[in-house]
DNA sequence: TTGTAGGCGTTATCAG
DNA sequence: CTGATAACGCCTACAA
């Protein structure tokens, strides 16, 4: 059997190189301030060693541990198991983790992506306090989740995805969901559709209500259009979805028994949509020529939809880019005030709509 | 601004207890021998100051930091965004995620998920080295990637999620691929199936390559079965897909075009499966009637398939559980020699086939 | 510019 | 059974 070689430490180095530990400290924090030819010595005396600094021992001075955790909180799934499968199925989480790594590469900095869920939420707080890392990107989107409040009370630095139910003082970015529910519902009336109807997500989920809310509000606005053509139904049919496939499929279905002359429908998810393209073709309904369908997020589900779905897209790996930079902001800077960044949401036209 | 007070230390909660530091320490790491009523005046002065040991102090004497890697590694995407997306699309990371997660909460050992292409791969190595976990769940299904072996080389422990392609001394987990091609080979013969093809997976992955192989060779010794009906086709078609859902449909579509008679498709992963059921159903073939068509893999998408796909089932998450178990054996047994543990897959009926 | 020395918060080895 | 005391490997004033 072969015992590993334990790893050389920095005096080691110093002694290859001839210089005091001090120095090689210098050169690998490249502080200012090392002769040139010093350094180099040092340098070579490093790969020479095939010397890697101590994790443990440096955060444990510089009190960092250069990571920063991804927190992906749902509460209510009480199964661990599917709800794992959930967290590594949903499109949405790849993009938030590549977001997330690219900004954060640049400055050095790992990220842990910690699922949570109820039973786990002592766990990872437990986590967070003994300080394995400097900072926590919250995914969050429960409004019924205490896990927002608990990381702000540790005080640790925390950027949320989205706004938090309470009033919180911390910095958080979003999507305007109302404007993009909005963009959904100009484009199904201006390509013609005057029977809307809409699958909302839960309304304990601040998206879900308000991607409702957006729409509903922008159809009851725009009464120059409904006075330009029929009018509007007062009340448009909506049913809720869970932002799952299956959900989307179900509502759907419960959707155009209730409605059958439903033309145009505004999905508050793209894989609630998929589900749902089903249900209408299954009617034998074509989309999009008896029925449009408009998605929410642009997700990799929307291409793989038959027809390709036009939906509203939320730029995620650009926001949860803008997370990870404020989150460093925070972590480089305590005491700097919280704050929030709302990025549009656009149209992306494709076959259903 | 309200700062963040800093975590009690172990003295604090010492002389708090009225006891030293080495007192403190030995009921939390429930060491023998300390005196009842000690223990508990050290557990109300713990809980008295919200006491949690810092880690980084910890590891740093103990050598130990508590958790482990998941290295998820996939040299062959160049497009590090796209790479991600898949990661956390496909179904199966979620299950092996789920599964190590599961096996490693009683050890009280956490789990970094480090997904990695081509380019990340130095800095996967630096990672390791600098001691931020104390061992490697390695997923690499990719013969020709260098990283199994330059993990093995490192010293730290280690557990495969496949043989790895050379000869290296490292344990891993594995499913009877053969035995799970040949399962489904027998369930389409045994069926009435005659006109059999089969969608393989990369030929460069093993897994690719032995679920072609076992299929190929069930068929070849069949002869009993051969004999007692139509003979078998001499040379099963066979199309290479990329284990992608667009792979699977653009493969049935050349197989159907070239041998517009199979009855019976043997797919080598559910996610290609269902893109197969697509491209068949478009050809106005029906599933199962027309076309029996068997997945590999059970994942959750085998489910959402129209009609629910029959498939191989591999127990993901219990194999890797005990990858979990292994490479915990391997890190508090160093020189523990490495060893394989192979499972048997099952074959799960449902509507396809 | 470089070296010396103290301390970060634990665990572990000894005595007592 | 409990308490000193010495590491663990690194960073950082401070001194030279």
Redesign the interface.
Known sequence: ?????R?PTMDQVAEVAGVSRATVSRVINNAASVAPSIREAVQRAITATGY??????R??VTRR?N?VALVISEPDRPD??SF????????Y???V??GA??ALRPHDV?L??V?TDAADQHQVI??L????VDGVLLISSNEHDPLPAQVHAL??PAVLSSRPSGPLPVSYVDVDQRAGAALAAAHLLSRGCRELATINGPLDIPAGQERLDGFRSYLGQSSALSIASNALPRHVPAVTGDFT??GGEAAARALLEAHPAIDGLFVASDLMAEGAL?AVQDRGRRVPQDVAVVGFDDS?VAL?C?PPLTTVRQPV?EMAAEMAELLMAHIDM??R?PRSVIFQPTLVLRESA
């Not at 890697?52 to 021992?57: D, E, G, L, Q, R």
């Open positions: 059997m072969i015992s590993r070689p790893q890697v600094p101590n994790v443990a021992a955060s444990l541990s990571s661990d198991h794992l499968n959930r967290i590594f199925t949903d499109p989480f790849g993009r983790t590549a790594t690219g790992h842990v992506v699922p437990r986590y306090r003994q300080g394995h005080g640790i496939r299956a089903r990799s793989e038959r790996e305590p005491g005030s």
